[in-house]
């Protein structure tokens, strides 16, 4: 019942109803509800259909692509570790090239080439591997290095204080340097 007081009696009907529902409710009052019903598919479920097909096709294909590609996919700390392995690894085959180009009385930038030569051409060991958000483990090694110095600083450190230095030495100071520069690389994005 009305209350006289008040100077707004209650909505009742599809004017109280929400703008997208009083739509739906004067549609199939006017067509019916099968035309209701169509339209409410073609102009909102298929869309969303369309759109979540889509987004299961672009991840189809990249999988697709990783298994046709051989690709393994990694998390970050096992990229981060698969690059600690790396240094390991090089620190040994730079400490070896720098023994033997020492010998040689090679200059620090020769040697600079060759050790980052070196390193670049090892980073083809880590191909196929990719970070599950979309890294190419291999291309962001390269770049680290690359952008890093960690060639010419080894090389500058070679020539000026490793001429005596036994290899192990020379292979700890060189797995030191590669691992800091890699680490400070990854930071500094």
Partial sequence: MPNEDDPKPAEAGI???PKSWAVAVQLVGTFGLAVFLVLYYVLVMQPKDAERYERLRQSVTS???????????LTREQASQLEDLFVM??????????????????????LSKRIEDTLILQTRLLEGLRRKD????????????????ISHEVARRA????RSAERETIASECRGALNFAIKRAAMAK
């Fill in 15 to 17: 004017a109280g109803l």
């Fill in 159 to 162: 020539v000026a204080e490793w």
């Fill in 63 to 73: 999988l697709g692509e990783i298994v046709a590609g051989q690709q393994s996919l």
């Fill in 134 to 149: 979309g890294g190419t483990i291999s291309e962001m090694l390269t770049h680290k290095i690359r952008n890093s110095g």
């Fill in 89 to 110: 690894a090089m620190a040994n085959e730079v400490a070896d090239l720098i023994v033997g180009d020492l010998k040689g009385n090679s200059n620090a930038e020769a």
